[in-house]
């Protein structure tokens, strides 16, 4: 059975809304797995929404102005916003920002109360008012659940 990491559908518990990572999503999330005393890595998200649906089609790379330490990740706003804008209008805004993604030390990640905290803060942000995406890349797992505005939050699970 290959590991959760390489798995690219995902659905609600109610399997309402359902989650397709692409292969080059899958391949970035590979790339900054976290084996040894590597520092965390994380990016945005960026896709396509469909009915019932995300396509999840781009994730971007840590950048040289975020903060990146082993057991922590913090996302510089400024690179990863030029990206999604720019991707945003080549596409008319169907290539939207869905969301964040960072790696953890663990073999199946979960996430802190800090993560909870900073993916409520973004979640109200959204200016679309979606939910907001949040991924967390372990060893050998992925975590992955939406974050409404007002806190609620639901994980889904691979399919």
């Not at 899958?26 to 019932?52: D, N, S």
């Not at 396509?55 to 840590?62: D, Q, R």
């Not at 903060?67 to 999604?84: D, K, L, P, S, W």
């Not at 409520?120 to 659940?145: S, T």
Request: proline content about 6%; glycine content about 8%; charged content about 25%.
């Amino acid at each position: 059975m290959p590991c959760m990491q390489f798995l690219s559908d995902w659905g609600t518990p109610d399997q309402v809304l359902l989650l397709n990572f692409g292969d080059e999503v899958l391949k970035r999330f590979r790339t900054y797995v976290q084996t040894g005393p590597l520092p965390e890595a994380g990016g945005i998200l960026l896709g396509t929404v469909h009915q019932q649906g995300l396509l999840i089609t781009k994730a971007t790379k840590p950048t040289r102005a975020d903060c990146r330490m082993q057991y922590f990740f913090q996302r510089n706003e400024t690179g990863h916003r030029v990206i999604a804008r720019r991707n945003y209008d080549a596409t008319n805004g169907t290539l939207r920002y869905l969301g964040e993604w960072h790696t953890h030390p663990q073999d199946v990640p979960s996430p802190s109360p800090l993560d909870i905290l900073e993916w409520k803060k973004l979640a109200r942000k959204r200016v679309d008012q979606r939910p907001l995406l949040a991924v967390i890349v372990g060893r050998k797992a992925l975590y992955v659940e939406l974050v409404y505005r007002d806190g609620l939050r639901t994980k889904l699970t691979a399919l």
